[in-house]
């Protein structure tokens, strides 16, 4: 099976970095994948990591541990807009099932 | 192109009643992934199809619950008959066509989804 593990919530202000990690369990590990949801919206990609270590995409940073089954995501320079649910997110066995983690509900403060 | 394509956007219907979620997905993906949302569940995978066939259904809650695609551009998600704690967001989501070796990415493209109410 496949499960993913992420905290709940994050708190963090205004310009500020801010990191959020993801440990998973799943079967035929393909890849770990990040997507960020705002309020009242859908969930859309950001990242995605197929092999060890940092990829980077603008303000946005996320890293990849095999070994370890662990992930994170990282935003820098943050912004009020960033305030939103980020969720990671692992595909398994033949690359199609993608199951999600519960999210984090990060909270941009001024 | 115009994204994935959900309807209705919300719906609202008393208990007991046929409720039926409708999804086009971008033209050229071959995988489509049906989620629920629910603030105590999270994002949970019903099912999803790759080339028209449904691959797993493990994630489908009950017998109430089926879902069809006759076609590459165009699948439902029906629950009949349909419980107050089916209340949820449903998502539908499209891929190109999943990984493809450790170098593909794995990127889903997620419809603006059908929000729930059963009375």
């Known amino acids: 099976g496949q499960s993913l593990e992420q905290p709940s919530e994050v708190t963090a202000v205004e310009g500020a970095i801010v990191q959020i990690n993801c440990t998973y369990q799943?079967?035929?590990?393909?890849?770990l994948s990040w997507y960020q949801q705002h309020d009242g919206g859908a969930p859309t990609f950001l990242s995605y990591?197929?092999?060890?270590g940092l990829e980077e995409t603008g303000r946005f940073s996320s890293f990849l541990s095999r070994s370890d089954s662990y992930g994170y995501l990282l935003l820098q320079e943050l912004q009020m807009k960033d305030s939103a649910s980020y969720f990671c997110?692992?595909?398994?066995?033949?690359?199609?099932?993608?199951?999600f983690g519960a999210g984090t509900r990060l909270f941009v403060k001024a | 192109d115009a994204g994935v394509i959900q309807s209705p956007r919300h719906e609202v219907t008393e208990m007991g009643q046929e409720v039926t979620l409708r999804c086009k997905p971008i033209?050229?993906?071959?995988?489509l992934f049906w989620y629920r949302q629910t603030m105590m569940r999270g994002l949970e995978l019903l099912i999803y199809?790759?080339?028209?066939?449904?691959?797993?259904d493990s994630g489908m809650p009950e017998d109430r619950f089926s879902a069809k695609m006759p076609n590459a551009s165009f699948s439902t998600l029906k629950i009949q008959p349909s419980e107050p704690r089916d209340s949820a967001v449903y998502f539908c989501?499209?891929?190109?066509?999943?990984?493809?070796?450790?170098?593909?990415?794995?990127?889903?493209?997620f419809g603006a989804g059908s929000r729930l109410t059963v009375l």
């Open positions: 199809f790759n080339n028209n066939v449904p691959i797993d």
């Open positions: 990591n197929a092999l060890d």
């Open positions: 989501a499209s891929e190109s066509g999943g990984t493809s070796g450790l170098t593909g990415a794995n990127v889903l493209t």
């Open positions: 799943t079967s035929g590990f393909y890849g």
């Open positions: 997110a692992s595909a398994g066995t033949g690359g199609f099932k993608t199951i």
């Open positions: 033209s050229g993906h071959n995988s």
